[in-house]
Nanobody, 123 residues
Framework: QVQLVESGGGLVQAGGSLIVSCAAS????????MGWFRQAPGKEREFVAA???????AYADSVKGRFAISRDNAKNLVYLQMNSLKPEDTAVYYC?????????????????WGQGTQVTVSS
């Protein structure tokens, strides 16, 4: 079982930056693919970014060039650095994880989920 706890959400003005973090329990963090998803009011949850321990990563088109995912396997942490934020980035951001596998898709599906952290971008 893996438990995920997000932190770092908040209110930021458009054009600003914010970083959200996710702490994962367990001793095999390096065997996990880590991802970030978000859900805006009235919309379905959508993929944002994902990262393997080996370094391969994926981003949604809407955040490419603005967001960056990173991880610290020694500390069981994954981060999402968000730059040039827009009001449409406002959402609850969820950390997600799944076990590594040869055919694992970075974008879906995921096994473990955090409780989410609110990010609000004001115009």
């Amino acid at each position: 079982q893996v438990q995920l706890v997000e932190s770092g959400g908040g209110l930021v003005q458009a054009g600003g930056s914010l970083i959200v973090s996710c702490a994962a329990s367990g001793r095999t963090f390096s065997d996990l693919i880590m991802g970030w998803f978000r859900q805006a009011p009235g919309k379905e949850r959508e993929f944002v970014a994902a990262l393997r321990s080996g370094g391969s990563e994926a981003y949604a088109d809407s955040v490419k060039g603005r967001f960056a995912i990173s991880r610290d396997n020694a500390k069981n942490l994954v981060y999402l650095q968000m730059n040039s934020l827009k009001p449409e980035d406002t959402a609850v951001y969820y950390c997600a994880a799944k076990w590594e596998g040869p055919w694992a898709d970075l974008k879906s599906p995921y096994t473990y989920w955090g409780q989410g952290t609110q990010v609000t971008v004001s115009s």
